[in-house]
């Protein structure tokens, strides 16, 4: 959840970023171009107030000796010397006043013929268009001589704009580095805020997948998280523990109604026994009697069994998988030479993983005899062990008519058998009682085809020990 939660915060942030960061920029660079623009408009406002005391004609022959002109014409090109800004004054008809550099005209572009016939109507020129980084330009700024009420003349400044637009780069740069450190910052405090956010939901997550896997006494912590997951996780406990009330009353109740029943059957078992004494040998009402009296026994005693799996916790010790299954093949061996099928053991000498000794031993007791059931004389048992990851598998394949993709859905379901295994004996607890008690120690059974033909069934045994496994 948080890969799909942090890119939409991230998202938002950046253009929560972008937005102000556009106008910013541009804030900054109208902000630096003024300030340029208004130091131009004081230095025009300066030779102004000089030329306007020049009232003799840079063409006429006393012009030379004109001691104002003089000092103008030498301020102006101090001026152009020191700053780089060609800057001149020129008369209405066009004519030059004083220029530095000599020989600069006039300009003749939009820009400096707009700004001159501004400053020819008594105001100051408008401010120039936007200076940017990337594009190169001049600013020209025109300023009025007003001698006696009456525009005699013109100062117009021509400015470059390299320095400008590289104090504009410059701030723009600072900006970007503290939008990028801003975006880090409020990357962390995401990343910080859905951990926070999400740590309750995968707590439960981990919870549910505990109970599903059948560690009741799972449970969510209610002290950290929003107030809405702290709600949503003492919701959960208190549905834990009553599920976990249910499910002890039912156990309760199957494991005493067995218990009871025992007794009542076995004085009934044995009456039909003392019946078929006064009965012709091979009676058949009397051998079905006692042959259905027998399945309720073993019935009951599988749920027994079963109530005592899904109670009892299991004793997970560090276990020799290799060798227990290695022993359980040859126990089973005599059967399969009796059924004439052939069991065989593929797999390392040892391995070892996690689990109750006697739950694995009796859960692989539950399978092979299952697989050896339904295996036709002259087919195949085999049973394997193998390392997969973190887990140990326990393979049984056998050779026997294998189960639909709707069976397979169903097999391990308490009571339930296969329509077309009716007749085999069983009373459709066994696997059931396996997986109850694989489950105990963190083990797992799971069934699939068994290529051509037949069923396979594979335990997985942990290779580490499980925190939330075992007493």
Known sequence: MRTRLLPLLIVLLAGVLL??????????????????????????????????????????????????????????RRYENLYGIRVGIFYRDGRTMAVAPAHWPMPSDKEGRRAFQEALAGRRSHDPAQVWPLR???????????????????????????????????????????????????????????GWVLRPVRTLDAATHGIATGRMNSR?????????LRRLARSFNEMADNVEEVLEQQR???ADASHQLRNPLSALLLRIELLAL????????????????????????????????????ADLQLTDIAEIVTDRVGAWSPVAHRERVTLAYHGPAAVTGWAD?????????????????????????????????????????DGGPGLTEEELTRIGDR??????????????????????????????????????????AVIRVPRHRSGGAGP
């Open 19 to 76: 937005a102000l960061g556009f106008p910013l920029a541009g804030s900054i660079a109208a902000a630096q171009q003024q300030r340029l623009v208004v130091d131009r408009i004081d230095d025009t406002a300066r030779f102004a107030s000089l030329a306007q005391y020049v009232t003799i004609r840079p063409f006429d022959p006393e012009a030379q000796t004109d001691e104002r002109l003089t000092t103008l014409s030498t301020e102006l």
């Open 136 to 194: 190169h330009g001049r600013i020209t700024v025109a300023s009025p001589v007003i001698r006696d009420g009456d525009v005699v003349a013109v100062v117009v400044t021509d400015s470059p704009t390299g320095r400008l637009r590289s104090r504009i780069l410059h701030s723009w740069l600072l900006l970007v580095a503290g939008e990028t450190a801003a975006m880090l910052l409020a990357v962390a405090a995401a990343f910080r805020l859905t």
């Open 220 to 228: 969510v912590a209610v002290h950290s998280g929003p107030p809405e």
């Open 252 to 254: 309760a109740f199957v």
């Open 278 to 313: 006064d009965l012709p040998e091979g009676h058949a009402e009397i051998a079905s009697v006692r042959g259905e009296g027998k399945r309720l026994a073993r019935v009951l005693d599988d749920l027994l069994d079963l109530a005592l799996a899904e109670h009892a916790a």
């Open 357 to 397: 000794p006697v739950a694995l031993s009796s859960a692989l007791d539950a399978v092979v005899d299952n697989a050896l059931k339904f295996t036709p004389a002259g087919a195949r048992v085999d049973v394997g062990v193998a390392l997969e990851g973190d887990m140990v598998g326990i393979t049984v394949a």
């Open 415 to 456: 009571f339930w058998r296969s329509s077309r295994h009716q007749n085999v004996s069983g009373s459709g607890l066994g696997l059931s009682i396996s997986r109850a008690l694989l489950a105990a120690g963190g083990a797992t059974l799971s069934y699939a085809p068994n290529e051509p033909r037949g069923l396979r």
